[in-house]
């Protein structure tokens, strides 16, 4: 990646339209509106969204073709036109089971993980000691990165030229890697602090870093005290770690807990209520993958992006922060030809713009811009089973919705 890509790009000619019913309206009807308690419900014929696709990704849903999926939530013009839930017993289905990641009943004998980071535990993954807010895994790094967006709006944290290590300094290492004090919260937030990490290239066991990660007793130092393989902002590599650090961030930059911090200025502003947050070792959140929301309110979360950072008339987040963490600021990640933001990846297909979070066991939050459309689906897909995943299937839904 060319050194010069690491500058956000607020500044660059970019077509961004707010309208009094955000970026995108449909014809002559009228504002969207915003979701109160509950999302207003309608259905897909009358938000002009072709209902054949959803009900059959629902079919194949119920015949077990993707495994474990838990919901399926569709959001078009603010309204809740597609809502499907599919009960499962995690503790028949966990049962007996033992990896490196989580042990289910009766397999548990001398596994030694915090039932919180027990992935196989029914009590807690993937829906939280029987309430209805379910394991978001790495999509909690988007919302991690929103959280610092909502930083930034409130005036903490200014610049994303800042070196990270000004905000660190309480968790570096002794004698880091000279490197390191190059980085800058905007490499933190793209992954290309140029810190070695290996986990989309590891299985799952101990060479894993996020695996070390998890039982080391100290997160955040821990990351930083990985050995550097690249000058910042010329590499990208996904880094679980680095998406725990913008937590130590926020906390450093507003004197605050992440998770009250989120309470007040992001979740309770939207309309969320309910949310559990594990917190990791060394006392912060876990910021790559502890968060746990219900669908509605996840979609909350896209509904804010898709209105540009604002909830009903006041201002959540910087609209310049929401233009730049949606683009393709890493313009290729990966074979698929994927880019990726701030915490946010760009799925986009076939000419169709789709901002994604994503996490382990089938966890996608997708926002379609274009479309004033919001996709979530939940499932818990770790068990060793092959199953096709959702990502293409949701996406080939939307497009054959809309015609495209």
């Not at 730049?324 to 600021?329: D, I, K, N, Q």
């Amino acid at each position: 990646m060319p050194h010069s890509c690491r500058q956000p790009i607020a500044a660059a000619a970019f077509f961004w339209s707010i309208t009094a019913a955000g970026p995108f309206t449909l014809g002559a009807q009228s504002p969207a509106p915003w979701p109160a308690a509950t999302w207003s419900v309608s259905t897909p014929d009358a938000q002009q969204l072709a209902a054949a696709p959803w009900i059959t990704l629902d079919s194949a849903i119920r015949s077990g073709r993707y495994g474990n999926v838990d919901r399926l939530l569709v959001i078009r013009n603010g309204y809740a036109v597609v809502n499907h839930t599919y009960p499962r017993d995690y503790k028949a289905i966990s049962a007996g089971k033992r990896t490196t990641i989580g042990c289910g009943a009766g397999a548990c004998d001398g596994f030694v993980s915090a039932p919180e980071f027990n992935y196989f535990e029914p009590d807690v993954h993937p829906f939280y000691r029987g309430r209805d807010v379910h394991t978001l895994q790495s999509v909690t790094k988007s919302v991690i990165a929103t959280v610092f967006g909502v930083a930034m709006q409130r005036g903490a944290i200014r610049d994303l030229q800042e070196p990270m290590m000004r905000r660190l300094q309480q968790h570096a290492p002794p004698n880091p890697d000279p490197r390191l004090a190059r980085a800058t919260l905007a490499d933190l937030l793209t992954m290309r602090t140029g810190i070695e990490w290996h986990e989309q290239d590891r299985p799952l066991d101990a060479t894993n870093t996020t695996v070390q990660l998890e039982a080391s007793a100290d997160w955040s130092r821990f990351t930083l005290s990985q050995p550097m393989d690249a000058d910042p902002g010329t590499k990208w590599a996904y880094n679980s770690g680095g998406s725990h650090l913008i937590g130590a961030v926020i906390r450093e930059a507003t004197g605050e807990s992440p998770v009250e911090y989120a309470r007040k200025y992001l979740f309770e502003p939207i309309g969320i209520r309910d949310f559990h947050w594990k917190i990791a070792g060394g006392g912060l959140p876990d910021g790559e993958g502890g968060l746990f929301l219900s669908a509605e309110s996840l979609a909350r979360i896209g509904y804010l992006y898709l209105r540009g950072g604002e909830w009903n008339g006041k201002r959540i987040l910087p609209e310049s922060f929401v233009r730049e963490a949606t683009l393709r600021l890493v313009p290729s990640v990966n074979q698929a030809g994927w880019g990726y933001g701030y915490q946010w990846w760009r799925v986009d297909r076939d000419g169709l713009e789709i901002w994604a979070g994503q996490g382990f066991g089938g966890q996608f939050l997708l926002v379609v811009p274009s479309a004033d459309l919001v996709a979530v689906s939940f499932a818990w897909n770790i068990f060793g089973e092959r199953v096709p995943g959702l990502l293409g299937p949701m996406t080939q839904a939307i497009r054959a919705s809309l015609g495209r």
